[in-house]
């Protein structure tokens, strides 16, 4: 699979929301799809993210909190995008099945 990682920037519209939950892991992601993943933190805890280009929707960012006790990995899409968008551009870009999501943003 060639998914096109970049450099995470910040979203257009200046906001982010979590649009899915992946059933994997980061370590899981990064032996699927060839993507390194970063630590950081913020004010909540520590954190890993890879972020890549998704040509309709522009940025997705990938993201595990480090004392997170939920199993899999938060997508992250523009404020701006919907919730359909999003899905469908990950869907896309990482050629995942139904089962591969395990819970989906409710509608907005």
């Given at each position: 699979?060639?998914?096109?990682?970049m450099a995470?920037?910040?979203?257009?519209?200046?906001?982010?929301?979590?649009?899915?939950?992946?059933?994997?892991?980061?370590?899981?992601?990064?032996?699927?799809?060839?993507?390194?993943?970063?630590?950081?933190?913020?004010?909540?805890?520590?954190?890993?993210?890879?972020?890549?280009?998704?040509?309709?929707?522009?940025?997705?960012?990938?993201?595990?909190?480090?004392?997170?006790?939920?199993?899999?990995?938060?997508?992250?899409?523009?404020?701006?995008?919907?919730?359909?968008?999003?899905?469908?551009?990950?869907?896309?870009?990482?050629n995942l099945?139904?089962?591969?999501?395990?819970?989906?943003?409710?509608?907005?």
């Open positions: 699979m060639n998914v096109k990682q995470p920037r910040r979203f257009p519209s200046g906001d982010s929301y979590t649009v899915a939950m992946l059933k994997y892991e980061p370590e899981e992601i990064s032996a699927l799809y060839h993507l390194q993943f970063q630590e950081d933190r913020d004010d909540l805890d520590y954190f890993v993210f890879a972020a890549f280009e998704n040509p309709q929707i522009g940025q997705v960012l990938l993201l595990k909190y480090k004392n997170d006790q939920v199993n899999g990995t938060e997508v992250l899409v523009d404020s701006k995008v919907s919730v359909a968008a999003g899905l469908q551009a990950i869907q896309s870009t990482l099945k139904p089962d591969d999501i395990i819970w989906v943003c409710p509608q907005r």
